[in-house]
T-cell receptor
């Protein structure tokens, strides 16, 4: 149980284009999902908290107009990187919170974004 | 804010025991998690501590002391596949968010 999928796993795009990443909780409902970014040999940095049916909460320094988050259902959240630039190249990982004793976050497999 | 410290790298021998420490400073502590992350992959959940003491799960154990702001992950009978980064993450009361430490890269040698 507690499986989270992410699609695509890898994407290469041209500078200036937009990329959408999907995060799905496959066997549980998640009212809260989280989006992280991880640069090589660094730890995970929280970008935003995605709440089903409401606006996402962004961390300081993360541009909400550049990283659009939509959490339209209890099993799906999407992150759209708009007008991508080479500095946006990174490993993007989502997690979904499984409500319960520990409220553990389970992570998707990640999306490797390369912007040329 | 939150501050989480863990060693950057550790090396251990196959079959041995290794302890990875994590110290933290936070307001509104609401649990500490350990995750394992292999290179290029997403983190996988290992353990959760919210009360003081030791939680054992097979070869892995995790300990928490809230008064000292300290936790450790203990790995027994090390296997080569245990070579990975181990991430300590603290949850605060506000927003159920996790703040991650920098991760400890463990290399298991034959």
């Amino acid at each position: 149980g507690a499986v989270v999928s992410q699609h695509p796993s890898r994407v290469i795009c041209k500078s200036g284009t937009s990329v959408k990443i999907e995060c799905r909780s496959l066997d549980f409902q998640a009212t809260t999902m989280f989006w992280y970014r991880q640069f090589p040999k660094q730890s995970l940095m929280l970008m935003a908290t995605s709440n089903e049916g409401s606006k996402a909460t962004y961390e300081q320094g993360v541009e909400k107009d550049k990283f659009l988050i939509n959490h339209a259902s209890l099993t799906l959240s999407t992150l759209t990187v708009t007008s991508a630039h080479p500095e946006d190249s990174s490993f993007y990982i989502c997690s979904a919170r499984l409500a319960g004793f520990a409220d553990t976050q389970y992570f998707g497999p990640g999306t490797r974004l390369t912007v040329l | 804010g939150q501050n989480i410290d863990q060693p950057t790298e550790m090396t251990a021998t196959e079959g041995a025991i290794v302890q990875i420490n994590c110290t933290y400073q936070t307001s509104g502590f609401n649990g500490l998690f350990w995750y394992q992350q292999h290179a290029g992959e997403a983190p996988t959940f290992l353990s959760y501590n919210v009360l003081d003491g030791l939680e054992e799960k097979g070869r892995f154990s995790s300990f928490l002391s809230r008064s000292k702001g300290y936790s450790y992950l203990l790995l027994k009978e090390l296997q080569m596949k245990d070579s990975a980064s181990y991430l300590c993450a603290v949850r605060s009361n506000a927003g159920n968010m996790l703040t991650f430490g920098g991760g400890t890269r463990l290399m298991v040698k034959p």
